[in-house]
């Protein structure tokens, strides 16, 4: 696991999308997951960016995205899919019959989360996956207690996601309750995972899940069995880390002596 930790949610962000934009200049057809949430918002704003200043080319990539709530059509502006078009999709050239999101509307939840693991087996897995993490520890919306090996399915949200998520919603009572979310094996399985936090209020739940033990009871601890992730923090999320000082001297080594190795060593 190689953790990184920046001085700002702006060069968080910065260098999330330069690994990405690596990606896709080794690979135009790379499959990416993607995240929603407040924090992985300055990474897209990074991507738009290189899209736009740079030519950085997505008409070949193909998209996952980690989780819709369940009842919201894509057409809701809380929804995810309305979430990844605001800040993603509808600023760079992605194919739209490339774009994958859970659907939150489905009759059949159980075919459709079938579908939707066959889907991603189908594009060759996942090249990269962008993760945040929940104050709870969630990854995805695998709330505490998800099996490690769980796939694609239905979850119900903790009373702690519902309280954080409720801000983008006009009452508490209209944040739902359900929704079909990637499942931690269904992460583990792709190739490369890049999980980013920011602020003081993650701080805490970012050293369980690096520091602590691997439990079910910390989603995002399950990471410590990906052979290849990256952590990118901002100071405030990192700065309870116990070996916080060990994480930055190994990126100031690297940096100035082996820079291309940034991001890919764990
Ligand atoms: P946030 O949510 O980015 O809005 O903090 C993260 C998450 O719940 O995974």
Redesign the pocket.
């Known amino acids: 696991m190689e953790i990184i930790i920046s001085e700002t949610y702006d060069e968080m962000s910065r260098l999330a999308a330069d690994m990405i934009k690596h990606q896709l200049l080794k690979k135009p057809s790379s499959v990416l997951g993607l995240?929603?949430?407040?924090?992985?918002v300055g990474l897209y704003k990074e991507l738009i960016r290189l899209h736009k200043e740079q030519g950085l080319d997505f008409s070949q990539v193909i998209t996952f995205n980690l989780d819709e709530y369940l009842g919201l059509p894509p057409s809701h502006d809380q929804s995810y899919h309305y979430f990844m078009d605001q800040n993603l999709f509808h600023h760079v050239n992605v194919t739209p019959n490339n774009i994958h999101v859970p659907y939150g509307h489905t009759e059949d939840i159980e075919e459709f989360c079938q579908w939707y693991e066959d889907q991603i087996e189908r594009a060759g897995g996942i090249d990269i996956q962008i993760?945040?993490?929940?104050?709870d520890g969630?990854?995805?919306f695998n709330e505490p207690g998800s099996s490690l090996g769980s796939r694609t399915r239905l979850k119900t949200l903790t009373k702690q996601?519902i309280d954080?998520?409720a801000r983008f919603f006009e009452n508490e009572a209209d944040v739902p309750r359900f929704a079909v979310t990637m499942g931690v094996g269904t992460i583990l399985e792709a190739r490369k995972i890049i999980m980013l936090a920011n602020?003081a209020k993650?701080a805490d739940i970012v050293a369980q899940a690096l520091e602590g033990p691997v439990t079910a009871q910390v989603s995002a601890s399950a990471l410590q069995l990906h052979p290849d992730v990256v952590v990118i923090l901002d100071a405030e999320a990192g700065k309870t880390l116990r070996r916080a000082d060990y994480y930055k001297w190994v990126y100031n080594e690297k940096k100035r002596l082996i820079p291309g190795m940034i991001g890919k060593t764990t």
């Open positions: 995240a929603t949430g407040s924090t992985p993760l945040g993490i929940g104050g969630h990854i995805a996601t954080d998520n602020g993650k």
